[in-house]
């Protein structure tokens, strides 16, 4: 565990003591809601309060916040996927908690411990199974998502009878799931069709220590990132047989190792048009590869090391973050051009960006400023600003609708 | 308007009289409902009944009727956009009305009859104006998404005082829309940042006749479809200067004209990876065209002249469905061998389709047989069967979330 989570998570936990004394919430008044009115879920989100181990709810249409709900435990890193009506957030924490949030009643419904330690989640795409990776003890659990009554639990057990923490967890087609095995050097897809019996196949040899992972926007290609060695393993999902394909040798520390502040996050990189956008590890580049041959094309010089690098989602923009010493900067490259447009400055600790589902809005959580920025990202003008106790991790009930979450 | 009515809305009212005398809806109970629950909009939808002038509503997550709204005129030929919480549908029927129903409410909240003869509508991305395309007058409509006032009438008017019938919207960002001129052969842009004062852009000589036109998923690429020549009109929208292109000069009716029994819808286009899957006019084939030449790059041949072609959200599968005698029938092509993997027969008329979010099932809509038919997509199963009086278009929520419609 010890070096992975040393690199990976450390600027994740660095803030957790710099809580302003101050810094009230503006809508704490909205946490108990009396009866709620009718209203449409299409527009809505949350907010993880990491200090807190709370969730902001939010409007992207108002811009505002709307509510709160506290007691979702350690959030220090913390993954939300939801359900297909868009009214539950199922919030997956460090200490090992699956919570089940309604959003427009603003309150708990279900609540699980169901790991010592946890990465996140996935749902299926006919929305009646979630699923947990977890590190502690290592393997997922499938669960009801009307009830998170546990269906089945699939260890994560090596040759040596010693279990493997999980990652690059996502969903695929027909309630299936894939998932890497950092300590087995294993991709895994587990079909859970039927829920109680999943069905697991295992793909060895991948390479060592896979740590984050991605699927392709169609649901096609997965690729996991691998720490212990340079390059990274990719499966194509449709292919008649599965199998591993390692591209893009050189990435990774590389041949002149750097130090590494942060390994970036897959789950970020941007798939626009032909071109893929990655944050290469250690140095101030964003990488452009083509998707039919996944060879480096490209590389275009940026502020820092790049955390995530996400796509607007009409691919038209890439969108950049970076690590320690660098993150309050963001910036904005034009794809068509490949070159950058603007660096903006929103706050301290830029931790996450999303995107709204039509892209003309992004919101930035600025973690040491307590601040969520919203940026209309035609003008990078400031829309609106929101007040939320260290914020990190964003995320829209537009999540619904796709897949590879 | 006779030429292009009889041949591309002879189907749509061919069926209009066909109406089964015991077919009652089976959750007419549901009309009224007291006090509705809270309930998520993710996964809710319309269907429309074209001959009552009446809306189902639908839950694809339960693949059930959870109600109905009537009273909406004229809905032979009829079109859907949501509000950006999905709350909202906004109905455009051919009698030129704009209607918004509440789906959760179950009842209409505005209705303006805005013109003679309509055709569709848009939003814009930030949902704040809803916009009709018209015949009659020719031109659009700019209204408050909120309360359906009034903020601008765009007359289409041509050289020779004469105003021309508008096809082809589409939204674009920052509240602009693309539109296309029938009688004039040319493209415009409605700037509607201001929108009590419109700007708008004119590119003419585009070719002759543009009858409908359809906008790619990323919104960079609009194409209108010549209804009084060969060929298409292709424009980049993300182009400094925009202009307009000629691409695919055999599209059409070609060397051989046929008889063409329904022009084939464009905005049904699928585009899925790097190829567009485009109903040939008047042939029993798919053309498939390369998106970064626009070159034909292949022909499949199905089982009928094809009305809609739609790609799985996934773009692995293309689904096609075909005009008079052979409504019958849909076919499925997996599209990375290119082949027919499927023939379905769902009922009599086949006349829409609708994709869940991600894909894992279809709604086809058969007038004749008063039937809605839900099918997995990857196992072709039959997973509900809906009673509906004559449906014809299926619109789910997650249009919201999307750019081109």
Request: proline content about 6%; aromatic content about 6%; some cysteine.
């Amino acid at each position: 565990m010890s070096t992975l989570h040393r690199r990976a998570l450390l600027s994740l936990t660095a803030g957790a003591g710099l809580l302003a004394a101050g810094c009230a919430n503006t809508t704490s008044t909205a946490t108990t809601p009396a009866a709620p009115a009718l209203q449409g879920t299409g527009d809505l989100g949350v907010v993880i309060e990491r200090a807190l181990g709370a969730l902001t709810l939010v409007n992207t249409s108002t811009r505002q916040a709307i509510g709160r709900v506290e007691g979702l435990g350690d959030l220090s890193h913390a993954s939300v996927v939801f359900s297909r009506d868009g009214r539950y957030a199922f919030v997956f924490g460090r200490d090992g908690a699956a919570t089940r949030v309604d959003i427009l009643a603003q309150k708990i419904t279900h609540r699980v411990m169901q790991a010592g330690n946890s990465i996140g989640g996935a749902i299926s795409d006919d929305g009646r199974l979630v699923v947990a990776q977890n590190y502690t003890p290592g393997g997922i659990k499938v669960f009801d998502a009307a009830t998170l009554e546990l269906l089945a639990d699939v260890p994560a057990t090596m040759p040596n009878g010693q279990r493997s923490r999980v990652v690059g967890l996502a969903d695929l087609p027909q309630r299936r799931f894939v998932y890497s095995l950092f300590d087995a050097g294993a991709i895994c897809i587990a079909d859970c069709s039927d829920p109680r019996q999943p069905k697991v196949t295992t793909l060895p040899n991948i390479g060592k220590q896979p740590y984050d992972a991605l699927l392709s926007p169609n649901g096609r290609t997965y690729i996991a990132g691998l720490f212990g060695e340079d390059g990274l393993a990719m499966v194509d999902m449709w292919a008649p047989k599965l199998q591993v394909r390692r591209i893009l040798g050189g990435y990774g520390r590389g041949e002149q190792p750097l130090p590494v502040y942060k390994m970036p996050h897959l789950r970020g990189w941007a798939i626009a048009g032909q071109h893929a956008y990655l944050p290469a590890v250690g140095r101030h580049e964003v990488l452009v590869v083509d998707t039919t041959t996944w060879e480096e094309v490209g590389r275009i010089p940026v502020a820092g090391q790049p955390v995530f690098v996400m796509a607007r989602p009409d691919g038209r923009q890439v969108w950049v973050n970076f690590s320690v010493p660098d993150y309050h900067r963001v910036q904005v490259i034009d794809t068509p051009s490949q070159t950058i447009i603007d660096t903006l400055e929103p706050g301290k600790a830029v931790l996450h960006m999303e995107f709204t589902p039509r892209g003309e809005s992004v919101w930035i959580s600025c973690r040491d400023s307590h601040q969520v920025q919203v940026y209309d990202t035609h003008t990078r003008q400031l829309q609106a600003s929101l007040k939320v106790d260290a914020p990190s991790g964003i995320f829209f009930t537009a999540r619904a609708q796709r897949m590879g979450f």
